[in-house]
């Protein structure tokens, strides 16, 4: 098996179809179909079935693509420092978070440090949590930023501040009156929450179910911005961090603190087995501050 096949084993598996895969690789489709075939007689058993004319990948498959995954982000990385080298920048910071630190707090810190390293180029990317994890764990990504990242033992979790889950609600809610909201509170209202399995979730659950209410969310969502925009759209209340809720976009809803209090640490993510650059840890500090002053004016 060389890294041409795998690459182009890799493309099928990132589009689902050859012909994805034959535009992404500016090959023919029928050069990708004769490539897989000619890979599945060497790795000696079948990559994808063909059902109901889909493409689906074999759970043989979706083991290879787990192994190999390592060796394309450390092409992406090669791949961004040779355009970096070309394009004459004279220092680098990737930057990752996810899709709620970058909307709230990201852009204050960018902005601060761009003043202070008007040279530097910046890179961000906005990430689901656990894709946000591995860009720092592979070396993709120099830094990163996230709410509730759990434990990772490859990897330096720094502390930057614990958040506040608050409920939002519209401002016509009977919700809006009270000074605080609880699980009994909630009982019976249409509750968007973040997605089960996640550590958040769990705690919310927890809380519900001391309370002895049943915790019943009726849609739950990846990206807790997402749940701010549908109370927006006058259905149900959410269950989100503090910062999302008072970013700004959401003006029209009213924020109340949840009890019993679940605190959202919020943690600056970095490399264990390899150094950290200046750059990097002036960034974590320029966050650092400047979220320390967002959250002070939240809570003022």
């Given at each position: 098996m060389n890294l041409r096949q795998l690459e182009i084993f890799h493309a099928v598996m990132a589009s689902g179809t050859t012909v994805g895969a034959a535009e992404a690789l500016g090959m023919s489709q029928p050069a990708v179909s004769n490539a897989i075939?000619?890979?599945?007689?060497?790795?000696?058993?079948?990559?994808?079935?063909?059902?109901?004319?889909?493409?689906?990948?074999?759970?043989?498959?979706?083991?290879?693509?787990?192994?190999?995954?390592?060796?394309?982000?450390?092409?992406?990385?090669?791949?961004?420092?040779?355009?970096?080298?070309?394009?004459g920048h004279i220092g680098r910071i990737r930057v990752v978070a996810t899709s709620e630190v970058t909307e709230s707090l990201v852009p204050m810190a960018m902005r601060e440090f761009l003043e202070r390293f008007p040279e530097v180029f910046v890179v961000l990317d906005t990430k689901p949590l656990h894709n946000v994890l591995e860009a720092v764990e592979a070396g993709i990504a120099d830094v990163g930023f996230a709410i509730d990242p759990g434990e990772r033992h490859s990897l330096i979790l720094q502390p930057i501040d614990e958040l506040r889950t608050v409920c939002v609600c519209a401002a016509d809610s009977p919700l809006s009156s009270l000074p605080f909201v609880t699980p009994q509170d909630l009982a019976r209202e249409r509750l968007i929450c973040p997605l089960s399995g996640t550590r958040i979730a769990m705690l919310l659950e927890e809380a519900f179910r001391k309370s002895a209410i049943p915790y019943e969310p009726k849609v739950e969502v990846r990206f807790l911005n997402a749940a701010a925009r549908i109370v927006q759209e006058g259905w149900g209340a959410a269950l989100l961090?503090?910062?999302?809720?008072?970013?700004?976009?959401y003006s029209d809803l009213t924020v109340l603190p949840f009890e019993p209090r679940i605190p959202r640490p919020l943690t600056a993510i970095l490399p264990r087995n390899h150094a950290v650059s200046r750059h990097s840890r002036e960034f974590v500090k320029i966050f650092t501050l400047t979220t320390g002053t967002r959250i002070a004016e939240i809570r003022s």
């Open positions: 075939r000619h890979l599945e007689s060497v790795v000696g058993f079948a990559l994808f079935e063909r059902i109901s004319n889909r493409l689906v990948a074999t759970e043989e498959a979706k083991l290879l693509y787990a192994r190999a995954e390592p060796i394309f982000q450390l092409q992406q990385t090669v791949n961004q420092s040779a355009a970096d080298i070309k394009a961090d503090e910062v999302t809720a008072t970013s700004g976009h």
